[in-house]
């Protein structure tokens, strides 16, 4: 069965601590892993695609990878406005249909 | 622009009421999408509509009925519903070819009473 497992489940950062989300898969034939930013009672913001091993996408602090296991959203010197839940997604051969991981929550405190 | 809109942001009603909740987007996206988020969970999907047409139905209780006028809207109609259904209604489209990014929208918090 595909899946998509997010962790930690919760992560608290001082400001300035950099750190490493990780969203690990077992999707067969992955066409997209997606990562979006959510705040509390809002839709969740697109951050990055990833289309294939290797590939690597970078803005601001944010820089996402990938394998072909998993990938991280490594998060560079982050400020409190960074707190917030990380969702990552794949998107398996099945069309239009992501496969959601559970989320980080992060908070960074000042 | 990558911005999808959504109408009411907040909408309370009872076990008896109809209601619409609605969604509209200007990127020229072929594919849009209903999903439902409670707390501290990740979105669920629902419906997708792929050139106007339901493409996908996830088994959702028939008190949700969904409609695309057109293809940049997207409604979805709510009777009878249930204390349970009560969560945040996420809308999103995408190119409709995939891989596919889905932009979302803020989203419409629905609480039942």
């Known amino acids: 069965e595909d899946q998509v497992t997010q962790s930690p489940e919760a992560l608290r950062l001082q400001e300035g601590e950099s750190s490493s989300l990780n969203c690990s898969y077992t999707v067969s034939g992955l066409r997209g892993l997606f990562w979006y930013r959510q705040d509390p009672g809002k839709g969740p913001e697109f951050l990055f695609t990833l289309y294939s091993a290797g590939e690597e996408k970078e803005k601001e602090r944010l820089k996402a990878t990938l394998t072909k296991k998993e990938s991280f959203l490594h998060i560079t010197a982050p400020k409190p406005e960074d707190s917030a839940t990380y969702l990552c997604?794949?998107?398996?051969?099945?069309?239009?249909?992501?496969?959601f991981g559970t989320g980080t929550r992060l908070k960074v405190l000042a | 622009d990558t911005e999808v809109t959504q109408t009411p942001k907040h909408l309370v009603m009872g076990m008896t009421n109809k209601k619409s909740l609605k969604c509209e987007q200007h990127m020229g996206h072929r594919a849009m999408y209903w999903y439902k988020q409670k707390a501290k969970k990740p979105p669920e999907l629902m419906f997708v509509y792929s050139y106007e047409k339901l493409s996908i139905n996830e088994s959702v209780p028939s008190r949700f009925s969904p409609e695309c006028p057109n293809s940049s809207l997207l409604n979805l109609h709510l009777h009878a519903l249930q204390p349970e259904d009560s969560a945040l209604y996420l809308c999103a489209s995408s190119q409709g070819q995939g891989p596919d990014t889905q932009y979302f929208g803020p989203g419409t918090r629905l609480t039942v009473l």
């Open positions: 997604a794949a998107e398996g051969p099945g069309t239009y249909k992501y496969i």
